[in-house]
């Protein structure tokens, strides 16, 4: 059937037609490339700034991991300055009497206990048949006495803790089991 006015035509698809069609599909490719590439660049970009952020980072945290352990004891040498000038003022009385040496050491035994409360060092003293507690008591001796088993019978040496941490258990002496 031959095409007349009132039907469509097709445009017949020719060689110049399909170059023109690849060079628009190769030009929209080159732009995406381009545009890819530019996103390459710009997100090596980010990612070499996030390492060398990352980077500085643990190094400032090194540092002032360095600085805490450098400095962590400065509180407490501060607050035992006082404490070692007493004992010196101490030695350098030529003939103390026996009150003046008391009254001293009281005072000194003041500041030490002020400075340890700074510094959260707290005495572990276990009251006589208080129950033996292994995380905070060390017992060094089994005696047979008049109270429950496995209790405090006698307090050799106190205890100290750092905040929560146990520095130095108390030494303890318990009580046997009652034989029958």
């Known amino acids: 059937m031959a095409p007349t006015e009132d039907s469509p035509q097709v445009a017949a698809v020719g060689p110049v037609d399909a170059a023109e069609a690849t060079a628009a599909t190769d030009s929209a490719l080159?732009?995406?490339?381009?545009?890819?590439?530019?996103?390459?660049?710009?997100?090596?970009?980010?990612?070499?700034?996030?390492?060398?952020e990352g980077e500085n980072i643990r190094r400032r945290a090194q540092a002032d991991i360095a600085k805490a352990h450098k400095f962590a004891i400065e509180s407490f040498a501060e607050a035992m300055l006082p404490v070692k000038d007493s004992l010196e003022m101490a030695l350098k009385v030529e003939s103390p009497?026996?009150?003046?040496?008391?009254?001293?050491?009281?005072?000194?035994?003041?500041?030490?206990?002020s400075a340890f409360d700074k510094s959260r060092l707290v005495a572990i003293e276990p009251a006589q048949g208080d129950k033996l507690d292994p995380m905070q008591h060390q017992a060094v001796s089994v005696v047979p006495a008049d109270q429950d088993a496995n209790t405090v019978v006698t307090v050799l040496q106190k205890g100290y803790m750092i905040a929560d941490r146990l520095l130095r258990p108390a030494i303890v002496v318990v009580a046997a089991e009652k034989q029958a």
């Open 30 to 52: 080159a732009q995406q490339l381009i545009e890819a590439e530019a996103r390459v660049a710009e997100m090596q970009d980010a990612f070499i700034r996030a390492k060398a």
């Open 97 to 113: 009497s026996l009150e003046s040496l008391k009254e001293g050491v009281e005072m000194t035994l003041k500041q030490l206990s």
